[in-house]
Every structure is written in structure tokens, then in C-alpha cells.
């Protein structure tokens, strides 16, 4: 999964008591055989409803019905729960009364009649008008539609999500046309029939859909194909352009060279382009759920801003799907989505994964070596700065994910967020420079890829790992402390980011009164003035808005706080120009720059001592150190 934006709500979550193994034993039979008829219209999509009918095989007795909570790739408790609404259970015609738990709140518990065969499960879905969060806030607007099964349905609690078919029925609105991972049996009109899948597959075979649509092929490679299904809220939004359909090509060729398999049938990239959806990315084993804005594919800054999006949620399908930490997968299976995730390891699932999508972008062009760089700048300056890794070491951002992903950015760089990911970055990176240094350029990173996450291939399956098996992994390509390695960075305190790959790449971080275009590029596309390592604010250009502060730096210390609204600047009326050229003065002028800020219903004057002008991060090269950087994002593939 990778976030756009981080605020979000969710609901707690206790774990709920269960007997899994007993139960699993008397329903498993039942479900197999006999698939859940699962039909959802989404003819009201527009009007943010998703209506659900469900017929499932019963017994009489007592039975649970649970709504998905833990969702896969998301990494907590964000089962849209509050959303379900209009819920009706019935058994031959007639009511039958539910209660949910008291403690598992996404838990229903009936008694099935004696002499029933089936139930009819009928309930709505509301689906939410936020646009921040991941896949339980934004999925609709009047032109397009995510839908994510997880949300659609109800599942009985004690049957292996594995072993429970469920056969889905969708109407989407008349003339939309739709993409996903989920094998069709047949279509006709607006109706589509589905093959039966398991729980599993289902949750993990979202689809989208739209008034505005185009699927294009990017290869098929050993007889696997490839798609893109651009969902948009504009004609003009989806028509992307050859180049780019050239870089999503080289993208399949790319992940080919370099994990040497792939665990799918086929892979269907769902791009959603709407400034009314949630943006975010998450991964599945035969698609991908990719959210951003309407014209994020059409114009320069946010094709190289969300260049590494799909990158990263493919490299998922290996390096997340296929492999996983062991405490993000429930009872030994993908499904059990009422059991608790543990994140210790997401510096491994969305870590490597962030490397890879980066490297990935620059291996397939969506990047240029430079763009490369210039983000790699970005993320290092951000860390190597970040006051909060003085008290929060890497490893507690990953046990605390699931928490730290509902933050909002005010004071997230003393309270630290999912470091993880950017971090993450970091540390691959040294990994593979150090692999290349150490065996002399015989072998990387990529060796490791192709020996972890590659062979035999095929359908999707799972293969759970532990911290000892990456250790053992990486040692078996080169010999080296890679236990040692991890933990010193993994729980240390110390005020500086790990920058040792970036420096044994041949480059070092440096601060220049210039913006790269990277940089220019990222603030045009989140709209923003980012002066953090000079007077240490970042501004939402639009309302003034200080998004956040750098806790050690200038404004800080002038006393700024973050979620105030900057008025004006030495008694000029707040724009972005007019704060850069401030700051910029400061470099040969005396006078320090008054800040008029509202806090709240109040209006307040900073006067900022700050004389070293614009400073924005680069990466600059160190010419008495090879220059592995480039190595490491050169195309493996044969174009
Ligand atoms: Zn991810």
C-alpha cells in the first residue's frame, strides 16, 4: 500500500473470541461445495449506494456472520463497518432477528432455523464522500466506481477464507464498462456473471468501473498478459499518452528481469483518476487499486510526482502477496480478517517495496536517472532531519502502522509517521550497495529478488517469511552481519537518517539555494511551499494553511505552530511568490521576516532570525566514489 494523504478515521478493533479450528472443520465442507450467491448492483453507484443480496448454504443452529476488519495490504482495522446499513436476514421468507457483539462490533450472531437449508443476506452499502483515507473512504463519483468486495459482503465465521466460494453477480450502471482481476463467466448488457472464487480471491479482485474508461494491453510476457484500466472522471483524464503506455511496457519487462516469475494469471492495474476518490495505492496478487488525481496522467508533474505508484504496488504482488511477514497473514492464510495484524515487519513488506518501486521507475523510464536523485534528496533530507527519530526508533513506526497511518501531518516530523516506507528506501538501498561493493560488482540486490521472490511462479500463492529468513536470504547472495545491520537501524536513536548507501552510490545530500524540477514538480502537484530546511515551514499554497513545522527550525523557535493560516509576509498579503522571495532576501539582508499568522480566531505577528536564504536538497556526485546509483537504476531487460 503506499498513502497519498493521511488522515483518516478508524474503528477500533478487539480481537473477538473464536474457536476457529472446531468450526472450520464442520462448515468448511458446507461452503465449498455449495457457493455463496453473491449479487450486488451498483447501478447507484453514483449516488454513493452499493445494494447486496446474498444467498449462503446454512445449517440450523447458531451462526455468526463477520464483516471483514482487517483487510489485507492495508494493514489494520479499516473495515467500513459504520457503512454497512439496511441489513436483513431471512430464511425461507420468513425474519430472522440479528444481535451483533458486544465486543467483536463486526460480528452478527443469528440462530438458523431448524429445517433451513440457506439464508438470504440483504444489506446497502453507503459509500463514503471523503476523499482521504484508503480504500473505505472515496470510491464513487457521478462518472466512476472501486468496488472492493471486501465491503459487499459477509462471510460465516469458523469457514477458511481459502475454502468458502463465493459466485458474484454485478450490474454496473448501463454503459460503464469495468476491469479487474476476477475470472468472468459471461457478461451481457450491464451484467456481469463471475466464476467462483474463493473468499480470498474475491477480497482480493477489486474492480472498477466507469462512464469514461480504457483498458490498454502492456504486454504479455511466457503467455501472461498484462492490462491497465484507466477509470476517469474526464474523456481527457484517461487518454494518456504512447510514451507513457511505452513505460508501463518496459514496467512488465522490467519486473521480469528482475524477479525472474511472476505469482498470477494475469495482472490488471486499476488506475482511478478522480479529484473525488480517496488517493492511495493497494496492492493485490493479480491487480492493483491505484487512486489519484484526474489529471495526474496528462500533465508533467504528476506523472513524475506519481511515477513510482504502479511501480510500487506491482513490485506488491512479489514482495508483499507472495511474501509475507508472518503477522500479516491470519490463521496461516490470507483471509481470518477479524485477527489482528502485527507490522513489525513492514520495513521488509513496504520498505523493500518502496526501494523497488523507485527503482523500478527508473528502470522502466517512467523516471529519468536524474528524478531519481532528486526524490532520493527529498527522502533523505526529510529523514535526516526529522527531530522525532531522536525519541521513536524505525522498528516502533512499523509495530505502530496502523495507528500512525490515521495521522495528520501537523507535527508529523516530531512525532515521526510511517517512516517505514521512505526509510525503508534508505536502508535497501545500502543493502544493495553494499552487495555490489562487497562482491565487487559480481552481485546486488537484484540476486537476492530473484532467489526470494522469484521461482517456481504461477497462480498466487503465499510463502510467509521471518526476520531470520531475510537474514538468511541475504546471506546466501553475500556474506556479511545482515542481523547486526538491521537491528542497529532498526532501533537506534540517533539524530541522523542512515545516508550510508546514497554515499558508498557515489553522491552525497546537499543543500543548494535551486529547486530540482522533482521539487518543483511535487509542490505544483500537492499544491504546496515547501521551506523546510529553510525557515522550516511547509504551506498549502491555496489557504496558508502550515501544514507543518520543522520542531528544531526557525519558525518553530519564532513561535509557528503547525494547522495555523499564514495572512502575510512582512506585511504582504500571503502567496507562494511572495514568501520564496522573503525567504530568498534573507540570504543578503538583515532584517528578519515578520510573519502574520491566524491562529484560530487570533492574529499573531512571528519575526523570524533566519539569514541563510533558500535551501532545497540535492544529491551531488562524490567523484572519488564509483557511481553505483546509476548502475542500480540502468534497465536490466533487453529493450
Ligand atoms: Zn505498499
Redesign the pocket.
Known amino acids: ?2 498513502l497519498a494523504a493521511p488522515k483518516r478515521f478508524t474503528i477500533e478493533s478487539i480481537m473477538p473470541i473464536r474457536n476457529w479450528l472446531t468450526a472450520a472443520l464442520l462448515l468448511a465442507p458446507l461452503y465449498a461445495q455449495n457457493p455463496v450467491r453473491l449479487r450486488v448492483d451498483a447501478t447507484d453507484a453514483p449516488r454513493r449506494v452499493f445494494h447486496v443480496q446474498m444467498t449462503m448454504p446454512a445449517k440450523p443452529g447458531p451462526l455468526t456472520l463477520l464483516y471483514p476488519e482487517w483487510i489485507p ?1 492495508e494493514h489494520g482495522p479499516t473495515g467500513p463497518i459504520a457503512n454497512l446499513v439496511g441489513l436483513q436476514i431471512k430464511s425461507g421468507g420468513q425474519t430472522i432477528p440479528w444481535r451483533r457483539d458486544s465486543v467483536n462490533l463486526y460480528a452478527f450472531h443469528i440462530e438458523v432455523p431448524a429445517g433451513a437449508a440457506s439464508l438470504d443476506v440483504a444489506f446497502d452499502f453507503i459509500a463514503p464522500p471523503d476523499a482521504t483515507g484508503f480504500s473505505s473512504s472515496g470510491s464513487t463519483t457521478s462518472e466512476l466506481a472501486v468496488l472492493s468486495w471486501n465491503q459487499l459482503i459477509l462471510y460465516p465465521q469458523g469457514a477458511a477464507a481459502d475454502s468458502v466460494q463465493y459466485q458474484a453477480n454485478l450490474r454496473v450502471p448501463p454503459s460503464w464498462r469495468y476491469g479487474t482481476a476476477l475470472p468472468i463467466e459471461r457478461e451481457s448488457g450491464n451484467e456481469i456473471e463471475f466464476k467462483p472464487a474463493s473468499l480470498t480471491t474475491l477480497i482480493d479482485s477489486p474492480l472498477s468501473t466507469g462512464r469514461h474508461y480504457r483498458t490498454v494491453g502492456i504486454g504479455t510476457e511466457n503467455g501472461i498478459p498484462h492490462y491497465v484500466h484507466l477509470a476517469g472522471d474526464s474523456d481527457e483524464s484517461v487518454a494518456v499518452s504512447d510514451e507513457l503506455v511505452a513505460q508501463y511496457k518496459n514496467l512488465v519487462t522490467e519486473t521480469g528481469a528482475l524477479f525472474g516469475a511472476r505469482h498470477y494469471r494475469d495482472y490488471h492495474f486499476l488506475v482511478t483518476l478522480s479529484d473525488h476518490v480517496a488517493h492511495f ?3 493485490h496478487h493479480e491487480s492493483s487499486d491505484n487512486r489519484v488525481k484526474e489529471r495526474t496522467l496528462i500533465e508533467a508533474s504528476g506523472r513524475k510526482v506519481e511515477a513510482t505508484l504502479l511501480a ?2 506491482f ?2 504482488s512479489w514482495n ?1 502477496k507472495y511474501r509475507r511477514p508472518g503477522g500479516l497473514i491470519a490463521n496461516g492464510a490470507d483471509g481470518g480478517y477479524d485477527t489482528p495484524m502485527k507490522g513489525d515487519l513492514l520495513w521488509v ?2 520498505g523493500l ?2 526501494y523497488l ?1 523507485e527503482v523500478l521507475a527508473g528502470r522502466s523510464g517512467l523516471w529519468t536517472p536524474e528524478d531519481y536523485r532528486d526524490q532520493l534528496a527529498a527522502t533523505a533530507a526529510e529523514l535526516d532531519t526529522r527531530s522525532g527519530r531522536a525519541w521513536r526508533p524505525l522498528e516502533d513506526t512499523a509495530v505502530f502502522a496502523q495507528v500512525l497511518y490515521d495521522t495528520t501531518d501537523d507535527f508529523r516530523e516530531y512525532r515521526r509517521s510511517t517512516d517505514y ?1 521512505e526509510e525503508g528506501s534508505l536502508i535497501w538501498l545500502e543493502v544493495d550497495t553494499l552487495i555490489r561493493q562487497l562482491s565487487k560488482g559480481a552481485k546486488s540486490l537484484d540476486d537476492f529478488c530473484r532467489a526470494f521472490h522469484g521461482a517456481p511462479g504461477g497462480a498466487p500463492a503465499m510463502k510467509p517469511y521471518e526476520f531470520e529468513d531475510v537474514v538468511k536470504g541475504l546471506s546466501a547472495i553475500q556474506a556479511y552481519d545482515w542481523s547486526g545491520f538491521f537491528n542497529q537501524r532498526l532501533h537506534s536513536t540517533a539524530p541522523r537518517a542512515p545516508l550510508g548507501g546514497i554515499e558508498r552510490g557515489g553522491w552525497k545530500l546537499a543543500y543548494t539555494p535551486e529547486r530540482s524540477e522533482w521539487w518543483k514538480a511535487n509542490e505544483e502537484y500537492r499544491k504546496q511551499v515547501d521551506l523546510s530546511y529553510s525557515i522550516g515551514i511547509k504551506v498549502n499554497e491555496e489557504d496558508g494553511t502550515i501544514i507543518d513545522i520543522a520542531y528544531e527550525g526557525p519558525a518553530r523557535k519564532a513561535g509557528v505552530t503547525p494547522s495555523t493560516k499564514l495572512i502575510a509576509v512582512n506585511n504582504r498579503g500571503f502567496t507562494p511568490v511572495v514568501l520564496r522571495e522573503a525567504v530568498k532576501a534573507t540570504a543578503t539582508g538583515q532584517q528578519p521576516i515578520e510573519l502574520l499568522i491566524k491562529n484560530g480566531e487570533f492574529y499573531e505577528v512571528h519575526r523570524l532570525d533566519y539569514h541563510g536564504g533558500e535551501r532545497y536538497p540535492h544529491l551531488v556526485r562524490d567523484q572519488s566514489v564509483p557511481d553505483l546509483l546509476s548502475q542500480v537504476t540502468a534497465p536490466l531487460a533487453r529493450r
Request: charged residues 25%; without cysteine.
Open positions: 500500500m503506499r495490504g495505492g493497494l496492492e510500487h504496488e513490485t506488491h508483499g513488506y513496504e517495496t518502496n518501486g516506507y
